[in-house]
């Protein structure tokens, strides 16, 4: 993630919930409980979101930034997919 000096607010610690608060409001989908992907791996995106949300902050993704740009493949993070499929996907 890269952000400005004025919006450091998006690594806010979270200071008004217990950790046991914040994993009853993370709910994994199906793809990601198949993948093993718990709750507490899930707190950092949690973290993260609620931030923007609750201060307001405008944000991009690279993949948005990819699009604008015309560029295809430069970053891989796809957490779901299995080594085969990671491989298959840089290999093209």
């Known amino acids: 993630m ?16 217990t950790m046991n608060e914040m994993l009853s409001r993370i709910t994994p989908d199906q793809r990601e409980l198949e993948a093993g992907i718990s709750r507490e791996h899930l707190i950092d995106d949690y973290t993260t979101a609620r931030n923007i949300a609750r201060f307001g902050l405008k944000y991009k993704s690279f993949l948005d930034i990819y699009k604008l740009l015309g560029v295809d493949g430069l970053i891989q993070h796809k957490y779901l997919e299995s080594v085969k499929e990671k491989v298959d996907f840089l290999e093209k």
């Open 2 to 17: 890269i952000a400005s000096d004025w919006c450091l607010d998006v690594w806010r610690p979270i200071d008004d919930l």
